[in-house]
C-alpha cells in the first residue's frame, strides 16, 4: 500500500557535473540546496548580492550585472548607523560607505565574469508580493528587494501580476543569454510559505509565480528545466515534522530529501560517485578525535591526505580545508 504522493522526478537533459558552473539567485531556499553544491564541493556561487525574494528585483540586479551599471551614492542610503541599498540584501550593508559601494561593484564585476562562463543557474522564486518606495523618482527604481527595517510607512505593498513576473523572468533569461547564449537555466519555486502576507494571499502569490513560470517557458526545450520544490514539500512531506519551529521553513531533513530528489534529476552516476568520496573527505576532516596525537589518528590523517590528492588529479579544482 501507498501512503503518499510521490512527485515524478524525471532527467534533466543538461545534467550537472564537477566541472559545471552554477549559479543560484533567489529566495532563501536558494541558499539551502546552494550549501549543499558547497559541501559536495560543486563550482557553484549562491547569491551574490543576498537573498533576493522577487522577480523584479532579480531582475535589476542581473541588468547591473550584465552592463556593469556600477553602484553610485544615488543608489545607497544611511539607516540606523549602516550605509544599505534598497536593490541588496542587508547582510551586505556596511558602516563605510565608500567600502559598501567598493564591495557591491566588485560584486558585479565579479558576478558579470562567472555568468560568462555559467553553464547553469537555478533561480528560485520566492514570492509574488513586493513593497515600493513611496519617493521613488521612477517607478523603475521604486520596487525594492529589502526595506532594511526602514518604517513600514515610507512603502506601499502591491501583488506582482502574473504578467509583470513573466516579463522580469523572460527579461532575466535575456540579459544573461546576451553574454552566455549556452547557460541552461533550472526554476522552482521556494516551499517557504509567506503567512505573514496571509495564508490565503500567500497562496495567491505562489500561484502568479506558477502561472507566470509557465507562461514564460517551454520545459520541454534543452535549455528550460524545472525543479518541483514546493510541489515535494507540499505533496510527500506534508507533515509538520519536516518543518523548522516556525512550522514554515523546511527543516535540515526536508532539505536533505530535496537535494536527494534533486540528484536523481540532475547528476549521472559518476558523478554522485565523486560525491560519495567528498563526502567521505568531509566527514573526516570534520572528526574530532580524543588524542589528536596517537599514532591511530596520524595514520588516519595521512589516509585522509590521500584521498584528497587522489581526487585532486582528475578535479584539480576541488579544495578542502580542515575546520
Same mark, same amino acid.
Given at each position: ?24 539567485? @533567489?529566495?532563501?531556499?536558494? /541558499? ?12 557553484? $556561487? ?27 551614492? *544615488? ?8 550605509? %544599505?541599498?534598497? /536593490? &541588496? %540584501? ?35 522564486? @520566492? $514570492?509574488?508580493? &513586493? ?25 506601499? *505593498? /502591491? ?23 549556452? &547557460?541552461?537555466?533550472?526554476? $522552482?519555486?521556494?516551499?517557504?510559505? %509567506? ?29 528550460? @528545466? ?22 514554515? %521553513? ?25 560525491? *560519495?568520496? &567528498?563526502? /567521505?573527505?568531509? *566527514? ?16 588516519f590523517l595521512k589516509n585522509l591526505q590521500n584521498k584528497i590528492q587522489n581526487l585532486q588529479i582528475s578535479l584539480p579544482q576541488l579544495s578542502f580545508e580542515s575546520k
Amino acid at each position: 500500500m501507498n501512503f503518499r504522493t510521490e512527485i515524478p522526478i524525471l532527467k534533466s537533459d543538461f545534467p550537472i557535473d564537477y566541472h559545471s558552473k552554477i549559479l543560484l539567485l @533567489g529566495s532563501c531556499f536558494s /541558499e539551502n540546496i546552494g550549501k549543499k553544491f558547497q559541501y559536495y564541493k560543486f563550482q557553484a $556561487t549562491i547569491n551574490p548580492f543576498g537573498i533576493i525574494f522577487n522577480a523584479v528585483s532579480l531582475e535589476k540586479l542581473i541588468k547591473r550585472v550584465v552592463e556593469k551599471n556600477y553602484f553610485t551614492e *544615488k543608489d545607497i542610503f544611511f539607516h540606523n548607523d549602516l550605509w %544599505h541599498s534598497y /536593490e &541588496v %540584501h542587508s547582510k551586505l550593508s556596511n558602516l563605510n560607505k565608500d567600502e559598501f559601494l567598493d564591495n557591491l561593484n566588485q560584486i558585479i564585476d565579479l558576478t558579470n565574469k562567472q555568468i560568462n562562463n555559467l553553464t547553469h543557474c537555478l533561480i528560485t522564486l @520566492g $514570492t509574488s508580493w &513586493v513593497y515600493r518606495l513611496r519617493q521613488a523618482q521612477s517607478d523603475n527604481c521604486s520596487i525594492i528587494a529589502n526595506c532594511h527595517k526602514v518604517p513600514q510607512k515610507e512603502f506601499t *505593498k /502591491e501583488l506582482l501580476s502574473t504578467q509583470q513576473i513573466q516579463e522580469s523572468l523572460q527579461n532575466i533569461v535575456s540579459l544573461i543569454q546576451s553574454i552566455n547564449p549556452h &547557460v541552461k537555466f533550472v526554476f $522552482t519555486v521556494s516551499p517557504v510559505r %509567506h503567512t505573514k502576507d496571509g495564508f490565503f494571499e500567500n497562496n495567491v502569490s505562489k500561484g502568479n509565480l506558477f502561472s507566470a513560470l509557465h507562461n514564460s517557458f517551454d520545459f520541454q526545450l534543452s535549455t528550460f @528545466g524545472y525543479f518541483p520544490s514546493y510541489e515535494i514539500v507540499m505533496d510527500e512531506l506534508r507533515d509538520y515534522r519536516f518543518f523548522e519551529t516556525d512550522m514554515l %521553513h523546511p527543516n535540515q531533513q526536508a532539505v536533505d530529501y530535496i537535494w536527494e530528489k534533486f540528484s536523481q534529476s540532475y547528476f549521472h552516476s559518476e558523478t554522485i560517485a565523486v560525491m *560519495k568520496q &567528498v563526502e /567521505e573527505i568531509q *566527514k573526516g576532516l570534520a572528526h574530532r578525535p580524543s588524542n589528536p596525537d596517537a599514532e591511530a589518528h596520524q595514520k588516519f590523517l595521512k589516509n585522509l591526505q590521500n584521498k584528497i590528492q587522489n581526487l585532486q588529479i582528475s578535479l584539480p579544482q576541488l579544495s578542502f580545508e580542515s575546520k
